[in-house]
């Protein structure tokens, strides 16, 4: 005899918080399809789970689909307007797309509302540097020194950053935000962030 059992016909069987805890397991062992499937389950279920909306936004991400996160991000911001986490997020899959202005608007109007937030001080910087606007990214940068402790992980990423630019290696945009020859040296994965 074969049991034949869909998938959503299991998953159908646990609520959101246990879909959203398994999902977070998965995530934390990098198997986002498995995250996906969960989330998407939920979303379909719970349009409006903001839990979900914010985890969908971070796998779509890490999956490279930039418009489905924005949209993840979107829809969670206007549930949680003040999460600080989710508005960089939604920046950092603006300038993952290429769309840097609507990234830099956005981390703009994060920093006006958190001065000294360390990883929108460093991507804004980043951003400054690929648009030849060194000056501004240098300030940028000296706020995140002055203001970060020197363990936190944006405080060595901005130093390195300031040496390159002192060394005049090209600052070149690049999907995973690394800058050119220095990219092993600078964050890969803003998504998985959370300071």
Request: aromatic share 6%; proline share 3%.
């Amino acid at each position: 005899m074969t049991i034949e059992v869909s998938i959503s016909s299991v998953l159908g069987e646990l609520d959101s918080d246990e879909l959203l805890a398994l999902a977070r397991l998965d995530m934390d062992q990098n198997r986002m399809d498995q995250a996906l499937i969960k989330l998407k389950h939920i979303l379909n279920t719970d349009k409006g789970n903001s839990d979900a909306l914010s985890m969908g936004g971070k796998v779509y991400a890490q999956l490279g689909l930039f418009d489905k996160a924005k949209n993840c991000f979107k829809q969670y911001l206007e549930i949680n307007p003040d999460s600080i986490i989710d508005q960089f997020q939604y920046g950092m899959v603006h300038f993952d797309n290429g769309d840097k202005d609507t990234a830099l608007s956005i981390w703009n109007e994060l920093l006006a509302k958190q001065p000294t937030h360390p990883p929108s001080l460093f991507y804004k910087g980043l951003l400054l540097a690929q648009t030849n606007q060194t000056a501004d990214a240098r300030a940028t940068l000296s706020i995140l020194l002055q203001s970060a402790p020197a363990d936190n992980l944006y405080f060595g990423r901005a130093k390195e950053l300031l040496q390159a630019m002192d060394k005049g290696v090209a600052i070149e945009a690049s999907g995973d935000g690394g800058s050119g020859a220095e990219s092993k040296s600078l964050p890969k994965d803003a998504y998985k962030v959370i300071n």
